[in-house]
């Protein structure tokens, strides 16, 4: 059973840093394109970040603030988020890609607010 858990959301002062994690289980996680989305209020579902062989990709919005990185033998995907924002306020959330194969965690809410 696939299973994508993430954590480390919460409140955080405008200029702070938060790190997600997102755990995985049940699937040959290393074979796997990793992303992290947003769903902001009122907003669509939008890309943030994605971790695929060697290559990352970031978003415009988030560019030299955030950090994606993987490790392969814990099964786990984190986001490093710095110099937060207001506009980083979302319901952040894990997926895994590859082929017809594509999975969600259940996501974990990030509120930046002063």
Not at 10 to 32: E, H, I, K, M, N
Not at 66 to 81: E, P
Not at 97 to 106: A, C, D, K, P, V
Request: with cysteine.
């Amino acid at each position: 059973q696939v299973q994508l858990v993430e954590s480390g959301g919460g409140l955080v002062q405008p200029g702070g840093s938060l790190r997600l994690s997102c755990a995985a289980s049940g699937f040959t996680f290393s074979d796997y394109t990793m992303s992290w989305y947003r769903q902001g209020p009122g907003k669509e579902r939008e890309l943030v970040a994605t971790s695929t062989g060697g290559f990352r990709n970031y978003a415009d919005s988030v560019k030299g603030r955030f950090t994606i990185s993987r490790d392969n033998a814990k099964k786990t995907v984190y986001l490093q988020m710095n110099s937060l924002k207001l506009e980083d306020t979302a319901v952040y959330y894990c997926n895994a890609h590859r082929g017809w194969g594509n999975y969600w965690g259940q996501g974990t809410q990030v509120t930046v607010s002063s």
